[in-house]
């Protein structure tokens, strides 16, 4: 009998080779979206980000992107954000307030 195997999502981010839980509906390991985050083109890197933010636990972004970077990439990823498009904008707002992100 021939069964179909799942793929087994982890929570461990910092095991290369593991499929992060975020990456649910397009399975790569975390070295892979890693690689693909520093050198995939512009459009696959804002996709890639966007996903990260959209899916991710917010506590658990911070393994692959700063504030700052998220401030700097806001423009190309913010349409992508969808529901969670409220969360980021009051956490940039309120780090912008605060000083905590340099210009």
Do not use: C
């Given at each position: 009998?021939?069964?179909?195997?799942?793929?087994?999502?982890?929570?461990?981010?910092?095991?290369?080779?593991?499929?992060?839980?975020?990456?649910?509906?397009?399975?790569?390991?975390?070295?892979?979206?890693?690689?693909?985050?520093n050198s995939g083109s512009?459009?696959?890197?804002?996709?890639?980000?966007?996903?990260?933010?959209?899916?991710?636990?917010?506590?658990?972004?911070?393994?692959?992107?700063?504030?700052?970077?998220?401030?700097?990439?806001?423009?190309?990823?913010?349409?992508?954000?969808?529901?969670?498009?409220?969360?980021?904008?009051?956490?940039?707002?309120?780090?912008?307030?605060?000083?905590?992100?340099?210009?």
């Open positions: 009998m021939n069964e179909e195997k799942g793929i087994l999502l982890s929570t461990n981010l910092n095991a290369p080779e593991a499929i992060p839980y975020f990456l649910w509906d397009e399975p790569m390991t975390t070295a892979e979206f890693r690689h693909r985050l512009e459009a696959e890197r804002t996709r890639l980000l966007a996903k990260l933010l959209r899916e991710a636990r917010d506590t658990d972004v911070w393994q692959f992107i700063t504030p700052a970077e998220i401030r700097d990439r806001w423009s190309a990823m913010a349409s992508q954000l969808g529901r969670r498009r409220p969360f980021w904008e009051f956490l940039l707002d309120y780090w912008s307030k605060e000083g905590l992100l340099s210009e």
